[in-house]
């Protein structure tokens, strides 16, 4: 059985850093892309980034290059987005999500946890 939990979330300051974490359980897990999404009340669900797991490559929102980190770390089967100088625009419910390894077909999805960026 797939499953995915995220954690790490909160009440961070504009300008501030926060880590998320996806924890993965029931799939080869270094055959994947494991995905960042999030959704914001009132607008679409959006992907913020992905990794494939077997070589690493990343891929970004254009809204996010140059601020968050994607990484991964296969013996923990562990996928990490590191969120810096976060902005009020940035706050959303935060997904991660299992899919090809070319970060396409998303068909497994974590619970959320919400990020909330304000002073």
């Known amino acids: 059985q797939v499953q995915l939990v995220e954690s790490g979330g909160g009440l961070v300051q504009p300008g501030g850093s926060l880590r998320l974490s996806c924890a993965a359980s029931?799939?080869?897990?270094?055959?994947?892309?494991i995905g960042w999404f999030r959704e914001a009340p009132g607008e679409e669900r959006e992907e913020v980034s992905c990794?494939?797991?077997?070589?690493?490559?990343?891929q970004y929102a254009d809204s996010v290059k140059g601020r968050f980190t994607i990484s991964k770390d296969n013996a923990k089967r562990t996928v990490y987005l590191q969120m810096n100088s976060l902005k009020p625009e940035d706050t959303a419910v935060y997904y991660c999500?299992?899919?090809?390894?070319?970060?396409?077909?998303?068909?497994?999805w974590g619970q959320g946890t919400q990020v909330i960026v304000s002073s």
């Open positions: 999500a299992a899919g090809s390894r070319w970060c396409t077909d998303f068909g497994s």
């Open positions: 029931g799939f080869t897990f270094e055959r994947y892309g």
């Open positions: 990794i494939s797991t077997s070589d690493g490559t990343t």
